[in-house]
């Protein structure tokens, strides 16, 4: 029999505000337990929250920048349950009035047509504290640094049909986050982190089957694993002539498996109730119109922008535009060199194979645009060879150094004045007599062998077609 | 709505709290009449009412996105029954 799959996504981001949700402590990642933690985040009776203006503001630009109505009349609602890492007992969500519905993010479909994945909704709500097990004492210490971190949930239709529209849809959307300003999207930071809701039907049949919900992805590599896993794991059940039992599945990236997580019953009577400590948020059009004015630049404007005002190529493009700090370092650096070609290949040639070899995430790139712009140049100049260029991208990446000072302490500019070759040459001819005799013997294949020696000899700063031309003068 | 022990057995669990048998058969009948005095508001006719979940014509409370805290642990973990290298320390808790 043959099976589809079907998915839909719950994605959750934490928003770069500077401040929490419902008070004024810092979001910063990190830093010693409990710091970044007030009355009102902490959960003490008697404190109030008072929303962070920036929160519905970076959330009405996700949703412009996804398609969807933004809702005019906004309200909260409590998710009350009980668990250490949320000390009020209950989470300030929103259930009945989501700040945004009925968007999409275009994607490819299995024929290469384009496909529209649903939003069904984005709501805003707040993040929870971290648990760590105490394994001295056996027991639980709870840090609430994260808790009340403002969080967006974007909760897709179930319109995915392969894990490829789901990487796809995950990397458009953090694409949009980024570029918004809205977060950072750093999975390892937890910022961004998605949940799988995956079933299996035979192809043809219109009802849904029984779905299973994956959470802990923490990687796009995990995501596309764990589906793999999942509709194997549901298709050999169905097969074998068992059942899909709805539940929250875990995935175990070490071991590559995913296993039911404990009984969700419990979980599951949330109780929401419209919350009494906020006031309701009415949402004008002024003010969407507003956002919408003062909306950054969105991956596929810039797409277009390059390719039009650029003339970059529609594969540059969409390299380039696939992280914001490839478009940062893009953008500065063509500021300073005006040569967006050159610009566009270096980056998608040294500098992504600096960041893979050295295990260095787009957004921690340490090379500036200022240190890219002045290779670039200096092998516009014809001052270094393009070899040396790339020598020197990689001490300004990996060591900081400036290229130009570089270049200077190391001697390594070019030889641009040819009767400086010469003398040079002389002495390459003389110290390889066997194989000068050689070439002129008539075997040409030694030019090969003392061409190579000059250039070492030169330390490869000379260009290798006026040495070729010296040589033979002097040769033939 | 009719409450039953199963109820109130289920809404112990949900608030991870225990009841005595005397203490459950108590609360069976405080939620009962608690639900039958409210049943009297459905006796009312709300049509074309707005839904209201605020008791006072106000929106659009909000603040700016400044940081206006600074890291006070010990203070934040002064009533805590227990801590630890500046944490909160609950039973353990399994996922
Ligand atoms: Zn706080």
Known sequence: MEWEIVMGLEVHTELATKTKIFCGCSTEFGGEANTHVCEIC????????LLNRRVVEFAIRTGLATHCDITRKNKFDRKNYFYPDLPKAYQISQLYFPI????????????????????????????????IHDAFTDSTLVDY???????????????????AEVIEYLEKLRAILQFTGVSDCKMQEGSLRADVNLSVRPKGQTAFGTRTEMKNLNSFRAIQRAIAYEAERQIELLEDGGEVVQETRRWDDNKGIS??????????????????????????????????ASMPELPEQKKRRYTEELGLPEYDTSILTSEMAYVKLFEATVALCDS??????????????????????????????????????????????????????????????????????????????????????????AANEKSVSEYKAGRTQAMGYIMGQAMRALKGKAPAQEVQKLLHEMLD | ?????????????????????????????????????????????????????????????????EVTNTARPEAILQNAPNSRDGCFVVPKTVE
Not at chain 1, 259 to 288: C, G, N, V
């Open chain 1, 42 to 49: 902490s959960g003490m009776p008697g404190t109030l929250p």
């Open chain 1, 100 to 131: 945004c519905r009925n968007g999409y993010i275009p994607v490819t479909g299995a024929d290469g047509a384009p496909k529209k994945i649903g939003i069904h909704e984005i709501h805003m709500e707040e993040d929870a504290g971290k648990l």
């Open chain 1, 145 to 163: 640094n994260r808790c009340g971190v403002p969080l967006l949930e974007i909760v897709s239709e179930p319109d995915f049909r392969s894990a």
């Open chain 1, 259 to 292: 296993y039911a997580m404990r009984s969700k019953e419990d979980a599951q009577d949330y109780k929401y109730f419209p919350e009494p400590d906020l006031p309701p948020i009415e949402i004008s059009e002024e003010t969407i119109e507003r956002i919408r």
């Open chain 1, 340 to 429: 967006p070609k050159d610009v566009a290949n270096w980056i998608m040639g040294e500098v992504m194979k600096l960041l893979s070899a050295t295990a260095t995430l787009p957004e921690n790139m340490p090379l500036t645009p200022e240190a890219l712009a002045a290779v670039i140049n200096m092998v516009r100049a014809g001052k270094i060879n393009r070899g040396t260029g790339k020598t020197v991208l990689e001490k300004a990446f990996c060591d900081g150094v400036d290229p130009e000072q570089y270049v200077a302490a190391h001697n390594l500019a070019q030889i641009t004045d040819l009767s400086a070759l010469r003398p040079v040459l002389e002495e390459v001819i």
């Open chain 2, 1 to 65: 709505m009719q409450i039953d022990k199963d109820l109130v057995m289920y809404l112990e669990k949900l608030g991870r709290i225990e009841l005595s048998e005397a203490q459950r058969a108590a609360t069976e009948k405080d939620l009962q009449d608690i639900l039958t005095y409210i049943d009297t508001l459905n006796e009312l006719d709300t049509d074309g009412v707005e839904p209201a979940s605020h008791s006072f014509p106000i929106a659009n409370v909000m603040r700016e996105d």
